[in-house]
Antibody, heavy 117, light 108 residues
Framework: QVQLVESGGGLVKPGGSLRLSCAAS????????MAWIRQAPGKGLEWVAY????????YYADSVKGRFTVSRDNAENSVYLQMTSLRAEDTAVYFC??????????WGQGTLVTVSS | SFVLTQPPSVSVAPGQTARITCGGN??????VYWYQQKPGQAPVLVVY???DRPSGIRERFSGSVSGNTATLTISRVEAGDEADYYC???????????FGTGTGVTVL
């Protein structure tokens, strides 16, 4: 069955960097778009970034553009989110999701990122 | 950017019908998706392409769209349906995914 397992979350100081990873299994990873979505504590869902199956299309939410970079390694069945210049408002659970062009059909359990001094 | 508005909360008695709305300008021109999120868990897709259900989602969950409003209907509500529900669309003008503000469903 489809499994998505995020890792790499933790506590980081404002202005710092963090790299999240998402390991996928149970499907042909290279056939699918992948995305990152976040949820601040007690808040709603916010799409962060997505990357197409062969890296042709990469898009970011305005709130993270220029600070976050999404990438993937189809040989390793993994997608990554490099986060730099982190701010307190980036504090959230970050979910990895398998995506189509228009929606997300499977989600991982998430990894918590806390930005605090 | 495209905005989707949902009521913060909906309360419903067991066995009754819950209707969760999602408002957006000309939303009927887009495909609408719905997710269920229980506390401490990841969201789960419950409706795609306005009204289709993924495998494993019960027929009690249905979706519809008309004009500026999409609706998720949960029939014969059970205690296990208590969760937050989010609508979502793909905004092709910005190549962005957009989520609604979310609705918390309480089963009385």
């Amino acid at each position: 069955q489809v499994q998505l397992v995020e890792s790499g979350g933790g506590l980081v100081k404002p202005g710092g960097s963090l790299r999240l990873s998402c390991a996928a299994s149970g499907f042909t990873f290279s056939d699918y778009y992948m995305a990152w979505i976040r949820q601040a504590p007690g808040k709603g869902l916010e799409w962060v970034a997505y990357i197409s199956s062969s890296n042709n299309f990469i898009y970011y939410a305005d709130s993270v553009k220029g600070r976050f970079t999404v990438s993937r390694d189809n040989a390793e069945n993994s997608v990554y989110l490099q986060m730099t210049s982190l701010r307190a408002e980036d504090t959230a659970v970050y979910f990895c999701a398998r995506a189509t062009v228009t929606y997300f059909d499977f989600w991982g359990q998430g990894t918590l990122v806390t930005v605090s001094s | 950017s495209f905005v989707l508005t949902q009521p913060p909360s909906v309360s419903v008695a067991p066995g009754q019908t819950a209707r969760i709305t999602c408002g957006g300008n000309n939303i009927e021109t887009k495909s609408v998706y719905w997710y269920q999120q229980k506390p401490g868990q990841a969201p789960v897709l419950v409706v795609y392409d306005d009204s289709d259900r993924p495998s494993g989602i019960r027929e009690r969950f249905s979706g519809s769209v008309s004009g500026n409003t999409a609706t998720l209907t949960i029939s014969r509500v059970e205690a296990g349906d208590e969760a937050d529900y989010y609508c979502q669309v793909w905004d092709s003008s910005s190549d962005h995914y957009v989520f609604g503000t979310g609705t918390g469903v309480t089963v009385l």
